[in-house]
T-cell receptor, first 115, second 109 residues
Framework: EAQVTQNPRYLITVTGKKLTVTCSQN?????MSWYRQDPGLGLRQIYY???????DKGDVPEGYKVSRKEKRNFPLILESPSPNQTSLYFC??????????????FGPGTRLTVT | DAKTTQPPSMDCAEGRAANLPCNHS???????VYWYRQIHSQGPQYIIH???NNETNEMASLIITEDRKSSTLILPHATLRDTAVYYC??????????FGAGTRLTVKP
């Protein structure tokens, strides 16, 4: 089944404790992206990757890192989480990246709480 | 800047057609209209997209006006499971999706 998976689905952590949210897709998509969703602010893009070893900042990249060492995986790293990063996070993938139309497939979401 | 305007909420009776409007008056010639929906806090789900012609798939129909300044997503026979936030997005092929606030559709029995 074609899907985007995220782990963990729920996480409660403390300020400053490094964490990684994993994202994996099995559709051989070139393009992957991370969004956060907050009440009243909608979905905002954090980082995206057009292919392996190619990443770029989205609208709200501060406090986050990403890597794209393999096509299928696109982890989101919070080196020193802060309470303002409490949010619902979504990973998405699509193919092709740009230059043609394409639908994005979204993961189920990760609800992160930073205390 | 989501480039689109949608009503914040709408109601629809179960079994009736749900018609969700979207204004995109500044759309340019190479920009597509996409529709996604998000049920509760699940990941957004792709519904349909189009450039200038009307489109239909198993989920919905997309009607784009001739001047392309607005469009309507039609769910022909709404069910309770269609209750969701519906996002209209204008995007050109070289840029990323920008989600706005969407329309919260409530399907009532």
């Amino acid at each position: 089944e074609a899907q985007v998976t995220q782990n963990p689905r729920y996480l409660i952590t403390v300020t400053g404790k490094k964490l990684t949210v994993t994202c994996s897709q099995n559709m051989n998509h070139e393009y992957m992206s991370w969004y956060r969703q907050d009440p009243g602010l909608g979905l905002r893009q954090i980082y995206y990757s057009m292919n392996v070893e190619v990443t770029d900042k989205g609208d709200v990249p501060e406090g986050y890192k990403v890597s794209r060492k393999e096509k299928r995986n696109f982890p989101l790293i919070l080196e020193s989480p802060s309470p303002n990063q409490t949010s619902l996070y979504f990973c998405a993938s699509s193919s092709p990246a740009r230059g043609q139309t394409g639908e994005q497939y979204f993961g189920p979401g990760t609800r992160l709480t930073v205390t | 800047d989501a480039k689109t305007t949608q009503p914040p909420s709408m109601d629809c009776a179960e079994g009736r057609a749900a018609n969700l409007p979207c204004n995109h008056s500044t759309i340019s010639g190479n920009e597509y209209v996409y529709w996604y929906r998000q049920i509760h806090s699940q990941g957004p789900q792709y519904i349909i997209h189009g450039l200038k012609n009307n489109e239909t798939n198993e989920m919905a129909s997309l009607i784009i006006t001739e001047d392309r300044k607005s469009s309507t997503l039609i769910l022909p026979h709404a069910t309770l499971r269609d209750t969701a936030v519906y996002y209209c997005i204008v995007r050109d092929i070289d840029n990323d999706m920008r989600f706005g606030a969407g329309t919260r559709l409530t399907v009532k029995p």
